[in-house]
């Protein structure tokens, strides 16, 4: 079973580049999110979609662009990049808006030089 | 906001010994609470979901429990084993959920 798909696993970025990570699940969730893990401070919330064509800001969207155009696909885009988003970044999904399990992908690390 | 807090940060303990991980939240209104692992540089793996109107979850040795009213939820990890060893996260909320900083549990053989 595939569940959660995140690509690339690994990227290098310079400052003012642009660059799209690609999550892809396949459970039928309406519910995906994009967090990014850096130490001392846990994971947080980027963004997140409850189905198709709607999407909505967590904790840390500044800088980041998504959406959502299948229930399969959300993809997370960075605009300019900057050093402050070197991160380890997740995709997750669940069934439902306030149901299920969260499932999460294997991780996308990104740094920016 | 909620905030999420696990205590301990960090733990070692013996190979066998039962132990009990804490998350405490600061907002009672949740939908769900779970439970994650997380191996050095991998994802994180689901262990247990409690929703809102349970009080514990159980799955082979692990008992999660979740006290709304005081803002607790406990982990509790019975017979302790080194695969146990990982980093271990509770998450809190409904679409926005909240996670704790995680507590690195080491078990030793």
């Known amino acids: 079973n595939a569940g959660v798909t995140q690509t690339p696993k690994f990227q290098v970025l310079k400052t003012g580049q642009s660059m799209t990570l690609q999550c892809a699940q396949d459970?039928?969730?309406?519910?995906m999110s994009w967090y990014r893990q850096d130490p001392g401070m846990g994971l947080r919330l980027i963004h997140y979609?409850?189905?198709?064509?709607?999407?909505d800001q967590g904790e840390v969207p500044n800088g980041y662009n998504v959406s959502r155009s299948t229930t399969e696909d959300f993809p997370l885009r960075l605009l300019s990049a900057a050093p402050s988003q070197t991160s380890v970044y997740f995709c997750?999904?669940?069934?439902?808006?306030?149901?299920?399990?969260?499932?999460f992908g294997e991780g996308s690390r990104l740094t920016v030089l | 906001k909620q905030e999420v807090t696990q205590i301990p940060a960090a733990l070692s303990v013996p190979e066998g010994e039962n132990l009990v991980l804490n998350c405490s939240f600061t907002d009672s209104a949740i939908y769900n609470l779970q439970w994650f692992r997380q191996d050095p540089g991998k994802g994180l793996t689901s262990l247990l979901l409690?929703?809102?109107?349970?009080r514990e979850q159980t799955s082979g040795r692990l008992n999660a429990s979740l006290d709304k009213s005081s803002g607790r939820s406990t982990l509790y990890i019975a017979a302790s084993q080194p695969g146990d060893s990982a980093t271990y996260l509770c998450?809190?909320?409904?679409?926005?959920?909240?996670f704790g900083a995680g507590t690195r549990l080491t078990v030793k053989p």
């Open positions: 998450a809190v909320g409904d679409n926005d959920m909240r």
């Open positions: 997750a999904s669940r069934r439902g808006q306030n149901t299920g399990e969260l499932f």
């Open positions: 459970m039928n969730h309406e519910y």
């Open positions: 979609s409850v189905g198709a064509g709607i999407t």
């Open positions: 409690i929703q809102s109107s349970q």
